[in-house]
């Protein structure tokens, strides 16, 4: 069973970046370099440098 008719959905690397990235995004520099690489939607871009990204922007969060 599928979803009949659903689009395509987008890479989940590139979606947990566009999102993870996105509170921390500098607007200038690699924070904001890996925020637009996620809404960018490049699967083999997102998975090739998830890993850095995801390790940079988390550890720019502020702590909850």
């Not at 069973?1 to 979606?15: D, F, I, L, M, V």
């Not at 699967?43 to 922007?57: L, N």
């Amino acid at each position: 069973g599928g979803e009949g008719g659903a689009a395509p959905t987008q890479s989940p690397y590139c979606q947990v970046l566009g999102s993870l990235c996105h509170e921390v995004d500098d607007g200038d520099g690699p924070l904001n370099a890996c925020h637009n690489l996620g809404h960018a939607g490049e699967p083999e871009a997102c998975e090739e440098q998830f890993d850095d990204c995801a390790t940079m922007c988390l550890d720019a969060a502020p702590a909850d």
